[in-house]
């Protein structure tokens, strides 16, 4: 008989390999039950500091402005969700009525111009919480209040417009009078019908 045909030898290797499995098991089962806390309230504090550290590291907060910075923020947010909620639901409607077989162009369009004013809302109240933040800072900090905030809106800018690009395609505008040409798109997106029948 051979040795590693053995019964004796395969009950050995599976009684080893179930006092393994069940090793592993009882250590997976301890370390979650038994999760070092102390690292998790180190681990989260580092991280709310890395997360308001922009305002912080730019402009030198103290402690009172951050927290003002903190409550400015949320406030602003506040006012806005319910501007942010409507843009949401007209562009909902907005699909479902471009998505039809012969979409209405004044509903569209009357959409679009809700949108647009919703989003107008929203920049106007965006420039009187940048009003806001600026009171909070001293003469120094505003001036680099106002490059963090360019920066800002500038990066996101950038950010939409490479997307938008990654995505199509744009011809550039022709030289010329470039009032005209914009006016020309105007009335060719007004009535996208007209042209779809020639």
């Known amino acids: 008989m051979d040795f590693l045909s053995s019964k004796r030898f395969i009950s ?33 504090i580092q991280k709310n500091k890395n997360k308001q550290s922009i305002f912080e590291k730019e402009l030198n907060l103290t402690d009172e402005q951050s927290k003002q910075f903190n409550t400015l923020r949320f406030q602003h ?57 600026s009171k909070v800072c001293t003469l120094e900090q505003r001036n680099s209040l106002q ?17 938008l690009l990654k995505r199509i395609r744009l011809t550039p505008l022709r030289t010329g009078n470039a009032t005209e040409q914009v006016k020309n798109i105007d009335t060719e997106t007004e009535k996208p019908s007209d042209t779809s029948s020639q």
Request: glycine content about 2%.
């Open 12 to 44: 050995i290797i599976l009684a080893i390999l179930v006092v393994l499995n069940l090793t592993l098991l009882g250590t997976l089962w301890w370390q979650n039950t038994h999760a070092p806390k102390k690292n998790e309230k180190v681990a989260k």
């Open 77 to 133: 947010f506040q006012r806005t969700l319910p501007a942010l909620l409507a843009i949401s639901g007209l562009k909902r409607q907005l699909i479902q009525e471009a998505v039809k077989a012969e979409p209405d162009t004044l509903v569209i369009k009357a959409l679009a111009e809700r949108i647009g004013s919703q989003q107008a809302l929203i920049e106007y109240r965006l420039a009187w919480h940048f009003n806001d933040l």
């Open 147 to 163: 490059n963090v905030l360019e920066k800002v809106t500038a990066r996101s800018y950038k950010l939409k417009r490479r997307l």
